[in-house]
């Protein structure tokens, strides 16, 4: 689409009074909301006020609806919950509560509401503005405004952000707190898994979800759960024998543990409940198992909130101001949501239309229709769970006669061995055999090649790093050894998973096929690094992880720089030249400044940077955080930014520097980087039976065309096979980075919500779309 950017400059506030309010049950994210939506108010001039426990105090007034200003809403980002809190409100059911509501408002002049809550919440709030002028006219037939106030406050504007943890709404991916509270599940998991190996445990898992079974669906594919029970897709008849037999299969494999996930609103296919107690009788009474219950309860809703609900809660903040200073009368209430990693509007009914569809497709029993208007994502996850967690008899798998090695290149990614194992898994079931390569191309070269099967990636989705090792040593130097290796072990197809280094290594093995016949096989890569710098792709498998690392170690950093007053903490990311983990550690974790060799900078901004700080020192926040790209320039070093800070701050400042290194290449894996990993590579390996198929001739596999070396990769809202000999086009080698990078474009976002006088290109918003249309793949954003 080829178009002028458009700048939200032109878009001026002044004289608007914007209000924002949680409302419905809490998640985690909503501070960051809140916070997105003050600080963008104000940037563009308008006026925003906080409205204190939802709905109720609106209707309340008095002290509940105040003005904020900017440091209202600083050291907020990382806590979790609402600070302005929520609760349900009866009063605001009926008529005579709204009026009062409106009277509130039109008191202050405002008349444009952002609300953050479920579809509950943003439904009163489409009422309440279709009542909006006959409220107005009442409340000046009553004498309680008059005429003049009618006319100047005719409409009201609302602009909705979904905030639940359940992914209970249609329209939108993910909805804020969603992450967040899989990151709560996935920490129990974990933890549960070591007593329960110990023991030889079965532990039954209770999650969160009434009507929805997202969290249920994605921890369980997550934590390679052996049994999940959801409501939109309950078990056939005579589940409890199937269920027992898959349990006592698993421990005559010596697997030592089960783990079974129920979701709170689970039920059979005649619709009555299933309880985890249920469960637990069961499993007891059929096979004797020690079995444990653990409900998770309201611990899912607490803690921190992960970055990607930090970053994509601020997103939605800026995006609810624009669409509010965009609104006109005619525009309907819309919802700002997210689709793949783009900020999209959608008619806020339409979605609640789409949203109650499920429901009742769920209470009529047509669980398929449920499960398809969840949408793709959704309906990806069950079918990637149900490939996953069932191995099928050996004499029901077909046999391919094929060979598919898979092997890590690069450093280590967390997540790469989720993607192992699931291309093991669906390549088993796909009827190839599955060899494993042990430390990269150097030790395929060195004949480290063994066969792997379904059980011996059994729990590798939780292990951080690289089970088969992993090294950044590229083929070109050994293409003659790995040719012999392929030949002896008869290799018919190769997936990489790896970073910048398996992309250089694909390019070189297909640059080979003119000399090697061997190298004439389908090849995949599927990115996976830290660094998020492969071209081709938005998102890599690891980036999330080390993204919640740093956030983390900023948070710790944060309260130890307010602890000390007056102090500048500068902090060295990983990422070679890709400034993603800087840019958006920023983002996440509210800091002043991120340096990246992407945008260039000299003195003068360096100056400016201090400056600013130096500004913000008389506030009441006195405390800065500056990240930095670790090659984002070669003479503006992290000590050489530190001496200079160190200096220009003397008597306002004093400042501190950390380098965080390679705990960010560590840690159990995220559970975005285990379900993106579990999922792309499931994908890769269907991707490579189909190319199998078509180049098998004559008794032999021989691809030699561009469109079988292909690199899978995550595009804007789609999974996207590309030849990765397209890509070179794409890609400055010397700097290992693609040319071109979506989330430079959040980088103003930053810049605004630090306080920063910026430019920011809006031309892809603003365009309210229909949720019919909406390519729910989503593999993306979502999980």
Same mark, same amino acid.
């Given at each position: 689409m080829d178009h002028q950017p458009k700048f939200f400059e032109n878009l001026s506030g002044a004289g608007k009074a914007i209000a924002v309010l949680t409302s419905g049950g809490d998640a985690q994210g909503m501070n960051a909301a809140v916070r997105a939506v003050v600080r963008m108010g104000i940037y563009v001039n308008a006026k925003v006020y906080f409205i204190y426990e939802g709905y109720q105090g609106m209707v309340d007034g008095g002290d509940n609806i105040v003005e904020v200003s900017w440091e209202s809403v600083s050291s907020i980002l990382q806590v979790g919950g609402t600070v302005i809190g929520s609760a349900r409100c009866k009063s605001f059911r009926t008529r005579e509560g709204r009026l009062q509501a409106a009277c509130n408002l039109v008191q202050r002049g405002i008349t444009n509401l952002c609300v953050i809550g479920g579809d509950g919440s943003l439904t009163g709030a489409n009422l309440f503005r279709e009542e909006w002028s006959g409220l107005l006219e009442e409340l000046a037939q009553k004498g309680k405004i008059d005429a003049e106030a009618v006319k100047k406050y005719a409409y009201l504007n609302i602009v909705g952000m979904v905030g639940s943890i359940d992914n209970d709404f249609c329209g939108t991916d993910m909805t804020i707190g969603t992450d967040s509270a899989l990151h709560r599940i996935i920490e129990v998991v974990d933890a549960i898994m070591t007593t329960a190996q110990s023991h030889q445990r079965t532990f039954v898992l209770e999650v969160m979800g009434r009507h929805c079974g997202y969290l249920a669906l994605v921890s369980a594919l997550a934590c390679g759960a052996d049994w999940v029970f959801i409501p939109e897709y309950p078990p056939e008849e005579g589940w409890e024998d199937t269920m027992c037999v898959k349990l006592s299969e698993n421990r005559a494999r010596k697997k030592r543990l089960n783990i079974i996930i129920v979701a709170e609103g689970a039920i059979d296919c005649h619709n009555k409940p299933i309880t985890s107690e249920k469960v637990k009788e069961l499993v007891v009474q059929r096979l004797g198992f020690d079995t444990r219950v653990t409900i998770l309860g309201h611990v899912q809703r607490g803690g921190t909130?992960?970055?990607?609900?930090?970053?994509?809660?601020?997103?939605?903040?800026?995006?609810?101001?624009?669409?509010?200073?965009?609104?006109t009368p005619d525009t309907p209430a819309c919802v700002v949501s997210l689709s793949g990693n783009q900020a999209v509007r959608l008619p806020l009914m339409e979605c609640v239309q789409m949203t109650q569809e499920v429901q009742k497709a769920m209470d009529e029993g047509r669980f398929l229709e449920a499960v398809r208007l969840r949408g793709r994502s959704f309906e990806n996850n069950l079918n990637t769970y149900k490939l996953l967690s069932h191995k099928k008899p050996d004499a029901e798998l077909p046999k391919s006669n094929f060979n598919v090695a898979v092997l890590n290149v690069g450093a280590p990614a967390a997540g790469m061995n989720a993607a192992v194992r699931a291309a093991v898994r669906v390549g088993m079931t796909e009827g190839h055999k599955i060899f494993a390569v042990i430390d990269g191309f150097e030790g395929f070269a060195r004949g480290k090649i063994k066969e792997i099967s379904w059980g011996d990636v059994g729990g590798w989705t939780g292990q951080g790093g690289s089970i088969l090792g992993t090294k950044r040593t590229l083929p070109a130097k050994y293409l003659e050894k790995i040719a012999d290796q392929m030949r002896t072990n008869n290799i018919n197809a190769l997936m990489v998973i790896g970073g910048f280094e398996?992309?250089?290594?694909?390019?070189?093995? @297909? *640059?080979?096929?003119? $000399?090697?016949?061997? /190298?004439?096989?389908?090849?995949?890569?599927?990115?996976?690094?830290?660094?998020? &710098?492969?071209?081709?792709?938005?998102?890599?498998?690891?980036?999330?992880?080390?993204?919640?690392?740093?956030?983390?170690?900023?948070?710790?950093?944060?309260? @130890? *720089?307010?602890?000390? $007053?007056?102090?500048? /903490?500068?902090?060295?990311?990983?990422?070679?030249?890709?400034?993603?983990?800087? &840019?958006?550690?920023?983002?996440?974790?509210?800091?002043?400044?991120?340096?990246?060799?992407?945008?260039?900078?000299?003195i003068r901004e360096l100056q400016a940077n201090v400056e600013h700080l130096t500004e913000k020192m008389k506030t009441s926040i006195q405390r800065g955080l500056v990240l930095r790209n670790e090659n984002c320039n070669e003479n503006y070093t992290t000590d050489f930014i530190y001496q200079l800070y160190s200096e220009e701050g003397k008597g306002v400042f004093d400042c501190r520097k950390n380098v965080l290194g390679h705990m960010q290449q560590g840690g159990a894996p995220s559970p975005f980087d285990r379900?993106?990993?579990?999922?792309?590579?499931?994908?890769?390996?269907?991707?490579?039976?189909?190319?199998?198929?078509?180049?098998?001739?004559?008794?032999k596999v021989f691809a030699n065309t561009d469109d079988s070396v292909c690199l899978l990769g995550m595009r804007r809202r789609n999974l996207v096979f590309q030849p990765v000999a397209e890509l070179k086009s794409e890609t400055d080698f010397v700097h290992r980075i693609p040319k071109e990078q979506w989330w430079l474009k959040l980088r103003p976002l930053m810049k605004i919500l630090a306080k920063y006088k910026t430019s920011y290109d809006v031309s892809d918003s603003g365009q309210l779309e229909h949720v019919a249309m909406l390519p729910k793949e989503a593999e993306s954003g979502a999980i």
């Open positions: 909130p992960s970055a990607f609900d930090r970053i994509l809660a601020s997103r939605m903040g800026v995006e609810a101001v624009l669409a509010l200073l965009e609104a398996a992309y250089l290594g694909l390019l070189e093995l @297909s *640059a080979a096929r003119e $000399k090697y016949d061997e /190298f004439c096989v389908p090849m995949v890569m599927v990115p996976a690094t830290v660094s998020n &710098n492969v071209p081709g792709s938005d998102f890599s498998i690891g980036a999330d992880t080390a993204l919640n690392t740093i956030t983390d170690t900023c948070d710790r950093i944060k309260q @130890s *720089a307010s602890g000390t $007053k007056r102090r500048v /903490f500068i902090i060295e990311t990983m990422g070679g030249y890709c400034g993603y983990l800087a &840019n958006m550690g920023a983002l996440a974790a509210g800091a002043d400044a991120a340096y990246i060799f992407e945008e260039q900078f000299d379900n993106f990993g579990t999922k792309i590579s499931a994908k890769a390996m269907q991707w490579i039976s189909k190319k199998l198929k078509e180049t098998y001739r004559k008794g």
